[in-house]
């Protein structure tokens, strides 16, 4: 699938009349309505960069799980540090408007049966890439402190190359926050700013591909993602597919090598504010003949590397003490689109730590 691509140097570069970035941004915006992603151009997008980040993990998630339990944190819900897999599960698998939507997808379109699914096979770790509140939170533990890893070959190169490529997936946010709000229509801070102080996760997950790498495997069962935007940097392997919004059909996507391109999701606080008239994205991650391709690729070229399949993802947050209330500007344009695709869904006010609170009570993260 071609989703739109978003250049994110047009915006950042001055001296481009204004005419062109506010097309780009409607082009944005559009894209998020359309398809819930859309693959954004970053020139600042080092691929090096990615590369020793995923390297830093692989070797990571390649330690014994006696030394990863050490990273756990599961008093503050997994949501700093490690997560082990067959923690958590989809959501999907039980929740009654998430199994309407697959049942309305035509059976050739739908998602790897996730009913019987157990808890994921993954593994992930939190890395929080949040500016220091200025007052106290209501959420404690959505603003934790990071856990840095205790193994010395790990822990030396840790901290440079997490902050270094959490910034540069933030700072990509960060800006694209701004397009979407001037192409809906809205103050070019009207995201950033409830942002500024979000509990941004650097969230990258890992796959044993040695114990789960056979075909069909479910890896990250159907969902859609709690946060703001989702963003990712190219990963090693495919596996990745997304339901766009005015298709209703699956589509595997892949970032292209060298090209400074990041694929970016709506998640659910995106879908809140604007009242549905952006959805959050249906995704999954399994182990298909694209990704069993790259394995064996990956074996040959690199056979003294683990072969752990990591996602480079970033989770941008509104700040957890935000008030989540549809944009009425936003409320007209989404009914009618519910009106059109399925029923109606009320979006109630609530502080955004609470909607990521019930989320994870849903995943089983948190009690």
């Given at each position: 699938m071609?989703l739109?691509?978003?250049?994110l140097?047009?915006?950042?570069?001055?001296?481009?009349?204004?005419?062109v970035?506010?097309a780009?941004c409607?082009?944005?915006?559009e894209?998020?309505?359309e398809?819930g992603?859309?693959?954004?151009?970053?020139?600042?997008?080092?691929?090096e960069?990615?590369?020793?980040?995923?390297d830093l993990l692989e070797d990571?998630?390649?330690q014994?799980?006696?030394?990863l339990?050490?990273?756990?944190?599961?008093?503050?819900g997994?949501?700093i540090?490690v997560t082990?897999e067959?923690?958590e599960k989809p959501?999907?698998?039980?929740?009654?408007?998430c199994?309407?939507v697959i049942?309305?997808?035509e059976?050739s379109e739908?998602?790897?049966?996730?009913?019987a699914h157990?808890?994921?096979p993954?593994c992930r770790?939190?890395?929080r890439?949040?500016e220091?509140?200025?007052?106290?939170?209501q959420?404690?533990v959505l603003?934790?402190?990071?856990?840095i890893p205790?193994?010395?070959?790990i822990k030396?190169?840790?901290?440079p190359?997490m902050?270094?490529?959490g910034?540069?997936?933030k700072?990509a946010v960060?800006?694209?926050?701004e397009?979407v709000?001037?192409g809906?229509?809205l103050?070019?801070?009207?995201?950033?700013?409830?942002g500024?102080?979000?509990?941004h996760?650097l969230?990258?997950?890992?796959?044993?591909?040695?114990?789960?790498?056979?075909?069909d495997t479910i890896?990250a069962?159907?969902?859609t993602d709690?946060n703001?935007l989702t963003i990712h940097?190219?990963?090693?392997y495919?596996g990745?597919?997304?339901w766009?919004r005015n298709?209703?059909?699956?589509?595997?996507?892949?970032?292209?090598?060298g090209?400074s391109n990041?694929l970016v999701?709506?998640g659910?606080q995106l879908?809140?504010?604007?009242?549905?008239?952006?959805k959050?994205?249906?995704?999954?991650?399994?182990?298909?003949d694209?990704l069993?391709s790259l394995?064996e690729?990956r074996k040959?070229d690199h056979p003294d590397?683990?072969?752990i399949r990591?996602s480079?993802t970033?989770?941008?947050?509104?700040?957890?003490?935000?008030?989540?209330?549809?944009?009425?500007?936003?409320?007209?344009?989404?009914?009618?689109?519910?009106?059109r695709?399925?029923?109606?869904?009320v979006y109630?006010?609530?502080?955004?730590?609470?909607?990521?609170?019930n989320e994870?009570?849903?995943?089983?993260?948190?009690a």
């Amino acid at each position: 699938m071609n989703l739109p691509c978003i250049d994110l140097d047009i915006f950042l570069s001055k001296g481009t009349p204004d005419s062109v970035i506010i097309a780009e941004c409607k082009k944005a915006a559009e894209a998020l309505i359309e398809h819930g992603a859309l693959v954004l151009h970053d020139s600042r997008v080092n691929e090096e960069d990615n590369d020793r980040f995923i390297d830093l993990l692989e070797d990571y998630f390649a330690q014994p799980e006696a030394e990863l339990r050490k990273d756990e944190r599961p008093e503050l819900g997994y949501q700093i540090g490690v997560t082990l897999e067959n923690t958590e599960k989809p959501k999907c698998a039980v929740h009654e408007p998430c199994l309407r939507v697959i049942e309305k997808l035509e059976p050739s379109e739908r998602p790897l049966d996730i009913s019987a699914h157990q808890p994921d096979p993954k593994c992930r770790f939190f890395w929080r890439m949040s500016e220091p509140l200025p007052y106290e939170s209501q959420f404690p533990v959505l603003n934790a402190q990071n856990v840095i890893p205790q193994a010395e070959s790990i822990k030396q190169r840790w901290t440079p190359i997490m902050e270094q490529w959490g910034s540069a997936m933030k700072s990509a946010v960060d800006d694209l926050s701004e397009m979407v709000a001037i192409g809906l229509g809205l103050p070019a801070k009207s995201f950033r700013e409830p942002g500024k102080y979000g509990s941004h996760l650097l969230a990258p997950t890992a796959s044993d591909l040695k114990k789960y790498g056979k075909k069909d495997t479910i890896l990250a069962g159907f969902h859609t993602d709690l946060n703001f935007l989702t963003i990712h940097g190219r990963s090693r392997y495919s596996g990745l597919h997304i339901w766009a919004r005015n298709s209703g059909k699956r589509h595997a996507v892949r970032i292209q090598p060298g090209s400074s391109n990041l694929l970016v999701q709506a998640g659910k606080q995106l879908e809140h504010l604007t009242g549905g008239l952006i959805k959050a994205g249906y995704h999954e991650v399994v182990v298909n003949d694209d990704l069993l391709s790259l394995l064996e690729k990956r074996k040959r070229d690199h056979p003294d590397r683990p072969l752990i399949r990591i996602s480079s993802t970033f989770f941008w947050h509104l700040s957890s003490n935000f008030d989540l209330v549809t944009i009425p500007e936003l409320a007209g344009r989404a009914k009618a689109l519910d009106s059109r695709e399925e029923d109606e869904v009320v979006y109630e006010p609530m502080k955004v730590g609470q909607l990521v609170s019930n989320e994870l009570k849903h995943i089983a993260l948190m009690a």
